[in-house]
């Protein structure tokens, strides 16, 4: 504080001036006493709001470090490269390593395989100084090896100046969530196959076998009156003929709803035994590529990408006016069974078409079917050059 006097500029901090004892009197002992005493009052002020400033930095820290200790929320600070420095003990709960085992990892050891190329993004876009980043969901590795979910919220913490100084992350425990909405999906499988195989076999041993014995009495009757009334006997044979093409209709409806072939063998034969059959009644080329690892997949994910395939192969056979249709099918080492259809025809207009729900509820169903399994597609399509439909499907051993 600086205070006028006689015409001078006084700080009440800086020492008094050296006293010059032949001018000392009374009056100017009582003004330096003065200044004395209030460079005293002024100095306890200070150190008075300067001690409740600290004491409620104390108190706030104290706070933030209650908070950050025993919230249900993993929280952890890492620095800007994911060295992890401090985490609480929800989440040493929710991974199972142990505080002091934590700190000086890094992100990326306790994140899914899968994973580790997002969470690289977003160690670079906190890096460049992206303050806040989006949640997302993300799997981690328990230290037992299990695969935890978890939304993942991260926002960067910096100095006055702006500098960034480290992430701070928050993550809510969802791997239950996941497996309930998992097991779900598989109980609607489960159900929508029995739905399928009920309905398969009431065509295929009721409906197709009533058929048949109609069939053969007609024959019957077709026989024996062969040579007393031909032009009868020919009208029926015309009958039989078209009662045979509907009982072909019904064993493929019956075939689409349930491929039993499925429960018995391996995908890729599946695929390559369809693909075949669909090339003799085509008489389109239909080339099928197997990697070796697409072996031993669990049934959804066999029964879906079997269906997918089947979907986009027929597509291109009515559609394309293709000459050629490839199908690849091979697990990759990441864990992701590709699975690629392409043909060489007129191409298409896929987000146009996509838009127009009228034309045909085969991608809404592919859409459908992709989600189930967790999957993604991607639909490369040009008019004149052909279509190329990708599925990327994931499928733990
Ligand atoms: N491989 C393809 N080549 C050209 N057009 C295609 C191809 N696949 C799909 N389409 C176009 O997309 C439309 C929608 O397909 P889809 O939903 O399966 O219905 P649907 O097969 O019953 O017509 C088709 O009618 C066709 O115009
Ligand atoms: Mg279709």
Redesign the pocket.
Known sequence: MNEQQNGVTYDPFQAPAPINSSKINSDHLNNLVAQLKDNQNELELQSRERQKAENALILSEERFRHVFEYASMGIGLTSLVGTIIDVNSAFSDFIGYSKKQLIGMNVMDITHPDDRDLTRQRVDNIRKGSPFLRKVEKRYIHKNGSILWAVARISVVCDAQGNSLFAFGMLQDITEKKRLAAELIEVKEQVEIQERKRLASTIHDGVIQNLNAVLLSMKKKSEYIKNSRPSDSIMLEEANQDISKIIKQLRDISMDLHPDFLDRMELHEAISWQCNKLMQQSGIEIETTIGKRARKLPDIVKRNSFLLMQ??V???I?????KKIDVLLEKRKNNILLLQIS?N????N?KK?QKLAQ????????EDRVKRVNGTCHVD?EIGK??N?TFRIPCHD
Do not use: F, R
Not at 318 to 322: D, F, L, T
Not at 359 to 366: A, E, F, K, R, Y
């Open positions: 979907e986009v027929t597509n291109a009515k559609h394309a006016g293709c043909d025809g007129k191409g298409y896929h078409v034309n045909g509820i085969g991608l809404s169903i592919i399509s052909g279509t439909v």
